[in-house]
Nanobody, 124 residues
Framework: QVQLVESGGGLVQAGGSLRLSCAAS????????MAWFRRAPGKEREFVAVIRWSDSYIYYSDSVKGRFTISRDNAKNMVFLQMNSLKPEDTAVYYC?????????????????WGQGTQVTVSA
């Protein structure tokens, strides 16, 4: 099993920044892909960003491209989401997700492991 634990959420004013972290523990992931999703109140969970460990391939949703940056720390088995120029519509619970099949996907079904989520609230 793999455990994912997110941290770094909070309350920030529009235009501000937050950095989310996700720590992975448990068995070793050899062909890992890690992603961030979010779920706003009353909406379905949506894809935010993804990074593939093997070649650092990165992909963002159009709604966050140019504002958010996903990165990793191999030695610490961690992935980060730097969020700049935050908007009220970025308010959501943010989830870290992972799969061990080298599958880069924007769909939730492709990910086997999920964190518990961390709340991000952006005030106007």
């Amino acid at each position: 099993q793999v455990q994912l634990v997110e941290s770094g959420g909070g309350l920030v004013q529009a235009g501000g920044s937050l950095r989310l972290s996700c720590a992975a523990s448990g068995r070793t992931l050899r062909r890992v892909v890690m992603a961030w999703f979010r779920r706003a109140p009353g909406k379905e969970r949506e894809f935010v960003a993804v990074i593939r460990w093997s070649d650092s391939y990165i992909y963002y949703s159009d709604s966050v491209k140019g504002r958010f940056t996903i990165s990793r720390d191999n030695a610490k088995n961690m992935v980060f989401l730097q969020m700049n120029s935050l908007k009220p519509e970025d308010t959501a619970v943010y989830y870290c997700a992972a799969n061990d099949g080298n599958v880069v996907s924007t769909t939730t079904i492709a990910y086997d492991y999920w964190g518990q989520g961390t709340q991000v609230t952006v005030s106007a």
